[in-house]
Protein backbone atom coordinates (compact mmCIF):
# COMPACT_ATOMS: atom_id res chain seq x y z
CA UNK A 1 0.00 0.00 0.00
CA UNK A 2 3.17 2.10 0.84
CA UNK A 3 4.58 1.39 -2.34
CA UNK A 4 0.92 2.22 -4.34
CA UNK A 5 1.04 5.94 -2.55
CA UNK A 6 4.38 6.69 -3.51
CA UNK A 7 3.65 5.81 -7.15
CA UNK A 8 0.69 7.86 -6.70
CA UNK A 9 2.77 10.64 -5.72
CA UNK A 10 5.19 10.32 -8.26
CA UNK A 11 2.62 10.35 -10.93
CA UNK A 12 0.98 13.50 -9.71
CA UNK A 13 4.32 15.46 -9.68
CA UNK A 14 4.99 14.95 -13.54
CA UNK A 15 1.52 16.19 -13.96
CA UNK A 16 1.17 19.36 -15.33
CA UNK A 17 1.05 22.29 -12.34
CA UNK A 18 -2.57 23.72 -13.72
CA UNK A 19 -3.61 19.93 -12.92
CA UNK A 20 -2.13 19.27 -9.75
CA UNK A 21 -3.92 22.80 -8.07
CA UNK A 22 -7.33 21.61 -9.64
CA UNK A 23 -6.91 18.83 -8.16
CA UNK A 24 -5.61 19.53 -4.72
CA UNK A 25 -9.16 21.85 -5.23
CA UNK A 26 -11.31 19.42 -6.06
CA UNK A 27 -10.27 17.42 -2.59
CA UNK A 28 -10.24 20.11 -0.39
CA UNK A 29 -13.92 20.46 -1.51
CA UNK A 30 -15.27 16.97 -1.19
CA UNK A 31 -13.60 16.89 2.35
CA UNK A 32 -15.59 19.70 3.13
CA UNK A 33 -19.07 18.90 1.96
CA UNK A 34 -18.34 15.57 3.95
CA UNK A 35 -17.73 17.19 7.01
CA UNK A 36 -20.96 19.81 6.73
CA UNK A 37 -24.78 18.22 8.23
CA UNK A 38 -27.29 16.51 5.71
CA UNK A 39 -29.78 19.04 4.52
CA UNK A 40 -32.71 17.34 6.77
CA UNK A 41 -30.92 17.46 9.92
CA UNK A 42 -30.54 21.48 8.85
CA UNK A 43 -33.81 21.66 8.48
CA UNK A 44 -34.72 20.10 12.01
CA UNK A 45 -32.08 22.70 13.99
CA UNK A 46 -33.74 25.78 12.09
CA UNK A 47 -37.39 24.83 11.85
CA UNK A 48 -39.31 25.86 14.96
CA UNK A 49 -41.96 23.35 16.03
CA UNK A 50 -45.69 23.88 15.80
CA UNK A 51 -47.72 23.95 18.77
CA UNK A 52 -49.69 21.20 19.92
CA UNK A 53 -53.16 23.20 19.17
CA UNK A 54 -53.91 26.17 17.96
CA UNK A 55 -55.62 28.38 19.96
CA UNK A 56 -56.34 31.71 17.78
CA UNK A 57 -59.67 32.43 16.83
CA UNK A 58 -61.41 30.84 13.35
CA UNK A 59 -63.85 33.57 13.29
CA UNK A 60 -63.90 37.29 15.14
CA UNK A 61 -67.36 38.52 16.40
CA UNK A 62 -67.55 42.30 15.43
CA UNK A 63 -70.56 44.11 16.94
CA UNK A 64 -73.49 44.43 14.47
CA UNK A 65 -74.54 48.18 12.87
CA UNK A 66 -77.72 48.22 14.75
CA UNK A 67 -75.41 47.60 18.61
CA UNK A 68 -73.38 50.46 17.63
CA UNK A 69 -76.21 52.93 16.79
CA UNK A 70 -77.95 52.36 19.92
CA UNK A 71 -74.70 52.59 21.75
CA UNK A 72 -74.16 55.96 20.77
CA UNK A 73 -77.98 57.06 20.91
CA UNK A 74 -79.52 59.17 23.31
CA UNK A 75 -80.68 57.63 26.35
CA UNK A 76 -84.68 57.74 27.29
CA UNK A 77 -86.04 59.68 29.75
CA UNK A 78 -89.17 59.98 31.16
CA UNK A 79 -91.50 62.90 32.01
CA UNK A 80 -94.84 62.80 34.19
CA UNK A 81 -97.64 64.26 33.29
CA UNK A 82 -99.07 67.04 35.96
CA UNK A 83 -102.18 68.61 36.64
CA UNK A 84 -103.06 71.01 33.79
CA UNK A 85 -100.72 69.11 31.39
CA UNK A 86 -100.95 69.31 27.35
CA UNK A 87 -98.55 67.80 25.02
CA UNK A 88 -97.59 71.22 24.05
CA UNK A 89 -97.03 72.26 27.81
CA UNK A 90 -94.83 68.68 27.83
CA UNK A 91 -92.75 69.26 24.79
CA UNK A 92 -92.19 72.87 26.24
CA UNK A 93 -90.33 71.66 29.63
CA UNK A 94 -88.81 68.96 27.52
CA UNK A 95 -87.11 71.43 25.20
CA UNK A 96 -89.10 70.17 22.14
CA UNK A 97 -90.41 72.33 19.56
CA UNK A 98 -94.32 73.06 18.46
CA UNK A 99 -93.23 71.38 14.94
CA UNK A 100 -92.29 68.73 16.44
CA UNK A 101 -95.60 67.90 18.57
CA UNK A 102 -97.83 69.29 15.35
CA UNK A 103 -95.93 66.28 12.85
CA UNK A 104 -96.82 63.34 15.88
CA UNK A 105 -100.37 64.63 16.00
CA UNK A 106 -100.67 63.83 11.93
CA UNK A 107 -99.86 60.27 12.70
CA UNK A 108 -103.15 58.53 13.32
CA UNK A 109 -103.04 56.73 16.61
CA UNK A 110 -100.70 59.58 17.85
CA UNK A 111 -103.15 62.22 16.94
CA UNK A 112 -105.67 60.39 19.19
CA UNK A 113 -103.60 59.65 21.93
CA UNK A 114 -101.44 62.38 22.51
CA UNK A 115 -104.68 64.73 23.18
CA UNK A 116 -105.93 62.08 26.12
CA UNK A 117 -103.13 62.21 28.12
CA UNK A 118 -103.66 62.23 32.03
CA UNK A 119 -102.32 63.23 35.26
CA UNK A 120 -99.50 60.88 36.51
CA UNK A 121 -99.05 59.03 32.77
CA UNK A 122 -95.58 58.48 32.61
CA UNK A 123 -94.28 59.18 28.94
CA UNK A 124 -90.94 58.24 27.91
CA UNK A 125 -88.93 60.79 25.02
CA UNK A 126 -85.47 59.85 22.94
CA UNK A 127 -84.15 63.82 22.61
CA UNK A 128 -81.11 63.89 21.20
CA UNK A 129 -79.15 67.60 20.17
CA UNK A 130 -83.13 69.13 20.76
CA UNK A 131 -84.41 66.08 18.35
CA UNK A 132 -86.70 63.39 18.82
CA UNK A 133 -85.73 60.43 18.25
CA UNK A 134 -88.57 58.53 19.97
CA UNK A 135 -91.77 58.62 21.63
CA UNK A 136 -92.89 55.73 24.54
CA UNK A 137 -96.80 56.07 25.15
CA UNK A 138 -98.06 53.44 27.52
CA UNK A 139 -102.13 53.76 27.11
CA UNK A 140 -103.01 50.72 29.54
CA UNK A 141 -100.80 48.24 30.97
CA UNK A 142 -100.50 45.75 27.74
CA UNK A 143 -100.67 48.67 24.99
CA UNK A 144 -97.54 50.76 24.26
CA UNK A 145 -97.94 53.33 21.69
CA UNK A 146 -94.06 53.62 19.87
CA UNK A 147 -93.11 56.04 17.87
CA UNK A 148 -89.78 56.43 15.98
CA UNK A 149 -88.17 59.28 13.77
CA UNK A 150 -86.13 58.14 10.27
CA UNK A 151 -84.76 59.88 7.61
CA UNK A 152 -88.21 59.78 6.63
CA UNK A 153 -90.16 61.48 9.04
CA UNK A 154 -91.89 60.12 12.23
CA UNK A 155 -93.37 56.61 12.48
CA UNK A 156 -95.67 54.50 14.79
CA UNK A 157 -96.56 51.31 15.82
CA UNK A 158 -98.44 49.94 18.67
CA UNK A 159 -96.52 47.19 21.26
CA UNK A 160 -99.08 44.98 22.95
CA UNK A 161 -98.40 42.70 25.70
CA UNK A 162 -100.44 39.25 26.46
CA UNK A 163 -102.32 39.42 29.17
CA UNK A 164 -103.27 36.63 31.71
CA UNK A 165 -106.96 37.44 32.37
CA UNK A 166 -108.42 35.63 35.68
CA UNK A 167 -112.25 35.51 36.91
CA UNK A 168 -113.18 36.68 39.99
CA UNK A 169 -116.50 36.59 42.33
CA UNK A 170 -117.82 37.70 45.21
CA UNK A 171 -121.10 38.28 46.79
CA UNK A 172 -123.05 39.95 50.35
CA UNK A 173 -126.11 40.41 52.16
CA UNK A 174 -126.37 44.02 53.07
CA UNK A 175 -126.66 44.68 57.19
CA UNK A 176 -126.29 48.49 57.13
CA UNK A 177 -125.28 49.86 53.73
CA UNK A 178 -123.97 48.86 49.93
CA UNK A 179 -120.74 50.32 50.38
CA UNK A 180 -119.36 48.98 53.39
CA UNK A 181 -120.80 45.42 52.11
CA UNK A 182 -119.13 45.59 49.03
CA UNK A 183 -116.23 46.45 50.77
CA UNK A 184 -116.47 43.40 53.19
CA UNK A 185 -116.80 41.36 50.16
CA UNK A 186 -113.17 42.46 48.58
CA UNK A 187 -114.40 44.53 46.22
CA UNK A 188 -111.79 47.81 44.96
CA UNK A 189 -113.85 51.46 44.86
CA UNK A 190 -113.82 51.17 40.97
CA UNK A 191 -116.02 47.67 40.79
CA UNK A 192 -118.30 49.43 43.52
CA UNK A 193 -119.26 52.29 41.41
CA UNK A 194 -119.35 50.39 38.29
CA UNK A 195 -121.46 47.85 39.60
CA UNK A 196 -123.57 50.88 41.08
CA UNK A 197 -123.95 52.45 37.41
CA UNK A 198 -125.07 48.84 36.25
CA UNK A 199 -128.57 48.95 38.52
CA UNK A 200 -128.40 52.36 38.82
CA UNK A 201 -131.33 53.00 36.09
CA UNK A 202 -133.65 50.45 38.30
CA UNK A 203 -132.44 50.85 41.24
CA UNK A 204 -132.31 54.32 43.43
CA UNK A 205 -128.75 53.61 45.46
CA UNK A 206 -129.87 56.17 48.24
CA UNK A 207 -133.44 55.54 48.13
CA UNK A 208 -134.49 51.92 47.20
CA UNK A 209 -131.99 49.67 49.57
CA UNK A 210 -133.19 47.74 52.46
CA UNK A 211 -131.50 45.31 54.94
CA UNK A 212 -131.20 41.87 53.47
CA UNK A 213 -130.69 43.16 49.91
CA UNK A 214 -128.08 40.98 48.04
CA UNK A 215 -125.81 41.10 44.92
CA UNK A 216 -123.45 39.18 43.40
CA UNK A 217 -120.88 40.11 40.60
CA UNK A 218 -118.25 38.56 38.34
CA UNK A 219 -115.75 40.17 37.09
CA UNK A 220 -112.19 40.00 35.68
CA UNK A 221 -108.51 41.31 36.72
CA UNK A 222 -105.75 41.10 34.36
CA UNK A 223 -101.77 39.52 35.22
CA UNK A 224 -98.80 40.22 33.43
CA UNK A 225 -96.35 37.21 34.76
CA UNK A 226 -98.11 36.92 37.29
CA UNK A 227 -98.16 40.36 38.59
CA UNK A 228 -101.95 42.45 38.90
CA UNK A 229 -101.57 44.66 36.56
CA UNK A 230 -105.65 46.46 36.28
CA UNK A 231 -109.03 45.64 36.67
CA UNK A 232 -110.86 44.08 34.30
CA UNK A 233 -114.75 44.60 32.75
CA UNK A 234 -117.96 43.00 34.87
CA UNK A 235 -118.85 40.03 32.86
CA UNK A 236 -122.24 39.54 34.87
CA UNK A 237 -124.24 40.71 37.98
CA UNK A 238 -127.19 39.94 39.73
CA UNK A 239 -128.59 42.94 42.44
CA UNK A 240 -131.61 41.54 44.33
CA UNK A 241 -133.64 44.77 45.92
CA UNK A 242 -136.65 44.15 47.94
CA UNK A 243 -137.16 40.85 46.39
CA UNK A 244 -136.80 42.02 42.88
CA UNK A 245 -134.57 40.74 40.94
CA UNK A 246 -131.84 42.16 38.78
CA UNK A 247 -129.37 41.10 36.37
CA UNK A 248 -126.63 42.29 34.53
CA UNK A 249 -124.48 40.82 31.48
CA UNK A 250 -121.92 42.20 29.34
CA UNK A 251 -121.91 41.80 25.45
CA UNK A 252 -119.59 41.56 23.13
CA UNK A 253 -120.64 45.17 21.45
CA UNK A 254 -119.14 46.07 25.27
CA UNK A 255 -122.56 46.86 26.77
CA UNK A 256 -124.39 45.56 29.62
CA UNK A 257 -128.18 43.93 28.94
CA UNK A 258 -130.77 42.27 31.28
CA UNK A 259 -130.79 38.40 31.02
CA UNK A 260 -133.21 39.02 27.92
CA UNK A 261 -131.43 41.39 25.77
CA UNK A 262 -133.46 44.76 27.25
CA UNK A 263 -130.78 47.37 27.84
CA UNK A 264 -129.48 48.32 31.23
CA UNK A 265 -128.79 51.73 29.97
CA UNK A 266 -132.60 53.69 29.64
CA UNK A 267 -133.36 56.35 26.85
CA UNK A 268 -134.85 59.48 27.56
CA UNK A 269 -137.73 62.02 26.00
CA UNK A 270 -136.26 64.71 24.29
CA UNK A 271 -138.94 66.77 25.42
CA UNK A 272 -141.07 65.32 28.24
CA UNK A 273 -144.72 67.47 26.44
CA UNK A 274 -146.44 67.50 23.80
CA UNK A 275 -146.20 71.72 22.95
CA UNK A 276 -147.71 74.26 20.57
CA UNK A 277 -143.94 75.98 20.72
CA UNK A 278 -141.10 77.25 23.16
CA UNK A 279 -140.91 80.39 24.52
CA UNK A 280 -137.98 80.44 26.18
CA UNK A 281 -134.37 78.41 25.60
CA UNK A 282 -131.99 77.72 27.28
CA UNK A 283 -129.65 80.81 28.02
CA UNK A 284 -126.99 80.99 30.98
CA UNK A 285 -127.36 84.78 30.47
CA UNK A 286 -131.39 85.88 30.39
CA UNK A 287 -133.13 88.57 31.56
CA UNK A 288 -135.84 87.54 34.09
CA UNK A 289 -138.98 88.16 32.49
CA UNK A 290 -140.54 89.51 36.08
CA UNK A 291 -137.30 90.76 37.57
CA UNK A 292 -135.78 92.05 34.99
CA UNK A 293 -132.59 90.99 36.53
CA UNK A 294 -129.71 88.78 34.30
CA UNK A 295 -130.14 85.30 35.83
CA UNK A 296 -129.81 82.25 34.05
CA UNK A 297 -132.30 80.41 32.30
CA UNK A 298 -131.59 76.51 32.91
CA UNK A 299 -134.29 75.10 31.21
CA UNK A 300 -136.99 74.95 28.29
CA UNK A 301 -139.72 76.40 28.48
CA UNK A 302 -142.77 74.54 26.62
CA UNK A 303 -145.80 76.28 25.82
CA UNK A 304 -149.11 74.16 25.89
CA UNK A 305 -152.82 74.09 27.41
CA UNK A 306 -153.39 74.52 30.79
CA UNK A 307 -154.00 70.34 31.62
CA UNK A 308 -151.40 69.09 29.07
CA UNK A 309 -149.99 65.99 30.51
CA UNK A 310 -146.07 65.98 31.36
CA UNK A 311 -144.01 62.78 30.81
CA UNK A 312 -141.29 61.08 33.00
CA UNK A 313 -138.24 61.85 30.40
CA UNK A 314 -137.08 58.20 31.31
CA UNK A 315 -137.23 55.90 34.25
CA UNK A 316 -136.21 57.09 37.65
CA UNK A 317 -137.04 57.85 41.43
CA UNK A 318 -138.78 60.97 42.35
CA UNK A 319 -136.44 62.30 44.77
CA UNK A 320 -138.78 65.61 45.47
CA UNK A 321 -142.61 66.54 44.12
CA UNK A 322 -143.57 69.38 46.31
CA UNK A 323 -144.66 73.64 45.90
CA UNK A 324 -142.77 76.74 46.64
CA UNK A 325 -143.49 80.16 45.45
CA UNK A 326 -140.93 80.06 42.91
CA UNK A 327 -141.36 76.54 40.99
CA UNK A 328 -145.24 76.59 41.83
CA UNK A 329 -145.79 72.74 41.70
CA UNK A 330 -142.79 70.68 40.52
CA UNK A 331 -141.10 67.48 40.31
CA UNK A 332 -137.95 66.12 40.35
CA UNK A 333 -136.83 62.62 38.73
CA UNK A 334 -133.37 61.06 39.04
CA UNK A 335 -132.30 58.90 36.53
CA UNK A 336 -129.37 56.43 37.77
CA UNK A 337 -126.28 58.68 39.34
CA UNK A 338 -125.70 61.07 36.18
CA UNK A 339 -128.90 62.33 35.42
CA UNK A 340 -131.76 64.32 36.86
CA UNK A 341 -134.63 65.71 35.37
CA UNK A 342 -136.84 68.85 36.54
CA UNK A 343 -140.36 69.52 35.87
CA UNK A 344 -141.73 72.84 37.44
CA UNK A 345 -144.80 75.13 37.40
CA UNK A 346 -147.10 72.40 37.15
CA UNK A 347 -151.02 72.45 37.62
CA UNK A 348 -150.97 69.19 39.47
CA UNK A 349 -148.68 66.88 40.55
CA UNK A 350 -149.71 62.68 40.18
CA UNK A 351 -146.51 60.83 42.25
CA UNK A 352 -144.67 61.23 45.53
CA UNK A 353 -141.17 61.54 46.19
CA UNK A 354 -140.20 58.12 46.59
CA UNK A 355 -142.33 56.97 43.84
CA UNK A 356 -140.40 54.86 40.69
CA UNK A 357 -141.86 55.99 37.45
CA UNK A 358 -141.08 54.78 34.11
CA UNK A 359 -140.16 56.46 30.74
CA UNK A 360 -143.69 58.19 29.41
CA UNK A 361 -145.63 57.74 32.77
CA UNK A 362 -147.54 60.90 33.40
CA UNK A 363 -146.26 62.77 36.34
CA UNK A 364 -148.45 65.98 36.30
CA UNK A 365 -150.08 67.94 34.44
CA UNK A 366 -148.77 72.04 32.31
CA UNK A 367 -150.26 74.55 34.40
CA UNK A 368 -149.00 78.27 35.46
CA UNK A 369 -148.15 78.11 39.04
CA UNK A 370 -145.37 79.48 40.91
CA UNK A 371 -143.29 82.71 39.70
CA UNK A 372 -144.64 82.72 35.85
CA UNK A 373 -146.23 84.93 33.18
CA UNK A 374 -148.10 82.83 31.68
CA UNK A 375 -148.68 78.69 31.02
CA UNK A 376 -146.01 76.58 30.72
CA UNK A 377 -143.42 73.80 31.77
CA UNK A 378 -140.06 74.41 32.55
CA UNK A 379 -138.00 71.77 31.97
CA UNK A 380 -134.19 71.08 33.51
CA UNK A 381 -132.07 68.20 32.40
CA UNK A 382 -128.72 67.67 34.70
CA UNK A 383 -126.01 65.92 34.16
CA UNK A 384 -123.68 65.09 37.00
CA UNK A 385 -124.93 68.31 39.04
CA UNK A 386 -124.41 70.37 36.18
CA UNK A 387 -127.40 71.87 33.87
CA UNK A 388 -127.46 71.17 30.14
CA UNK A 389 -129.43 72.97 27.55
CA UNK A 390 -132.19 69.93 26.75
CA UNK A 391 -132.95 70.39 23.83
CA UNK A 392 -129.05 70.05 22.14
CA UNK A 393 -127.75 67.73 25.22
CA UNK A 394 -126.29 64.38 23.80
CA UNK A 395 -129.04 61.94 25.24
CA UNK A 396 -128.09 57.89 26.20
CA UNK A 397 -128.93 55.79 23.90
CA UNK A 398 -131.39 52.36 24.77
CA UNK A 399 -131.02 49.22 22.24
CA UNK A 400 -132.39 46.46 23.25
CA UNK A 401 -131.30 42.92 21.37
CA UNK A 402 -133.05 41.38 18.80
CA UNK A 403 -132.66 38.63 16.49
CA UNK A 404 -129.20 36.36 15.81
CA UNK A 405 -127.42 39.22 18.19
CA UNK A 406 -130.45 38.14 20.78
CA UNK A 407 -129.43 34.85 20.28
CA UNK A 408 -126.23 35.18 20.49
CA UNK A 409 -126.13 37.04 23.73
CA UNK A 410 -128.44 34.82 25.39
CA UNK A 411 -125.95 31.51 24.55
CA UNK A 412 -123.47 33.70 25.96
CA UNK A 413 -124.77 34.63 29.07
CA UNK A 414 -126.21 31.65 30.42
CA UNK A 415 -122.98 30.06 31.18
CA UNK A 416 -122.26 33.57 33.60
CA UNK A 417 -125.14 33.35 35.04
CA UNK A 418 -124.76 29.71 35.44
CA UNK A 419 -121.45 30.29 37.44
CA UNK A 420 -123.12 33.04 39.59
CA UNK A 421 -125.85 30.29 41.03
CA UNK A 422 -123.30 27.63 41.31
CA UNK A 423 -120.99 30.17 43.45
CA UNK A 424 -123.94 31.18 45.26
CA UNK A 425 -125.27 27.97 45.88
CA UNK A 426 -121.77 27.12 47.41
CA UNK A 427 -121.75 30.23 49.89
CA UNK A 428 -125.14 29.03 50.68
CA UNK A 429 -124.22 25.73 51.54
CA UNK A 430 -120.69 26.56 53.55
CA UNK A 431 -123.10 28.85 55.66
CA UNK A 432 -125.46 25.90 56.25
CA UNK A 433 -122.84 23.95 57.47
CA UNK A 434 -120.95 26.77 59.86
CA UNK A 435 -123.38 29.49 61.00
CA UNK A 436 -122.13 31.95 62.44
Do not use: C
Not at 40 to 52: C, E, I, Y
Not at 80 to 109: I, Y
Not at 207 to 212: E, K, N, V
Amino acid sequence: MLETLLASTNQLRQLPIRHRIAMMVTLALMVLMMALPSPNSLAAQFTPPLPVKLRLPLTVNLPSLSETDSEQQAPWQQFTVENGDSMALLFKRAGLSPQTLHQLTQLPQAGKALKNIKPKQVLELQIEDGQLLGLRYPQSASDTLVISRSDSGFSEQLEQLTLQTRQHYASATITSNFWNAAVDAGLTANTIMELAALFGWDIDFALDLRAGDHFAVLWQEHYLDGQHVDQGHILAAEFVNQGEVFRAIRHQDGNYYGDQGRAMKKAFLRAPVQFNYISSNFNPRRLHPVTGRVRPHNGADYVAPVGTPIMAAGDGTVVSSSYNQYNGNYVFIKHSNTYVTKYLHLKKRLVNKGQRVKQGQTIGTLGATGRVTGAHLHYEFLVNGVHRNPRTVKLPQSRSLSGQEKQTFLANSKPLLAQIAHRQSILLARQETNPL
